[in-house]
C-alpha cells in the first residue's frame, strides 16, 4: 500500500459516521486537549490555540496525502465530530488501529461502533490480513469497547510503549480476516 490514500465516509450504524477532518471539527480538538490523557497518546495539543487545533486537523489530512494511514474524524450523523479513529498499514499484512472519544461522548458505546466499522472496512474492503491494536491494562473501557467489537486480547506487552515519561505495560489485542469467514 502505497502512494496516497483516500479517506471515504463510512457509516457508523445510524447515529455515526466515520469521515475525514474539517477544519470547523477543531471544537472537539479543543476538548480532548483538556483530557488528563489524550495529549500524552495522541498528537491533540496539551494546550489548545486555534493554530493548534487546525494544525491537528491539517496532520490528519497529510496522514493520507503521504500515504500514511486513514485518520478519520468519528462524527455524530449530519453533526460535529466526538473523537478520532485510524487505521495505520504497516508491513506484513499487519496494520494498527488507534482511537480517542472526546468526554462528552463517552459512555454511548461510540468506539465500540467506531471500531466494528473500520475493522469491517480494513479487514473486508481493504484486505488487511490483520489488525493490531494496543491499550494500557487500566483503560477498561477501551478495552471492553475492543472485545465488544470482536478484538481478541492475545496478551501483555511489558514495558511496550513510552507514555508521560515512563514505559507502560499494554494489552495487544487482533482482529483477523480469517476469522470473518
Known amino acids: 500500500m502505497e502512494g496516497q490514500f483516500v479517506v471515504p465516509e463510512l457509516p457508523v450504524g445510524e447515529s455515526f459516521l466515520l469521515r475525514p477532518w474539517r477544519l470547523d471539527d477543531?471544537?472537539?480538538?479543543?476538548?480532548?486537549?483538556?483530557?488528563?490523557?489524550?495529549?500524552?497518546i495522541t498528537t491533540v495539543p496539551s494546550r489548545y490555540s486555534e493554530e493548534e487545533g487546525e494544525a491537528f486537523v491539517r496532520r490528519q489530512w497529510s496522514r493520507a496525502t503521504d500515504g500514511v494511514g486513514y485518520s478519520f474524524a468519528i462524527a455524530e450523523t449530519g453533526g460535529r465530530a466526538v473523537g478520532q479513529i485510524g487505521l495505520w498499514p504497516g508491513p506484513h499484512g499487519r496494520a494498527s488501529v488507534g482511537y480517542w472519544v472526546a468526554g462528552s461522548a463517552r459512555g454511548r458505546g461510540v468506539a465500540r461502533a467506531a471500531l466494528g466499522t473500520i475493522s469491517s472496512w480494513g479487514l473486508e474492503q481493504l484486505r488487511i490480513p490483520r489488525l493490531e491494536l494496543n491499550v494500557e491494562p487500566w483503560n477498561a473501557p477501551s478495552w471492553k469497547a475492543a472485545e465488544r467489537a470482536g478484538f481478541v486480547r492475545e496478551g501483555l506487552l511489558r514495558g511496550w510503549q513510552e507514555i508521560g515519561g515512563e514505559r507502560r505495560d499494554m494489552f495487544v489485542y487482533s482482529k483477523l480476516l480469517v476469522d470473518l469467514a
Open 26 to 40: 477543531v471544537v472537539v480538538v479543543e476538548e480532548a486537549s483538556t483530557d488528563a490523557y489524550i495529549p500524552l
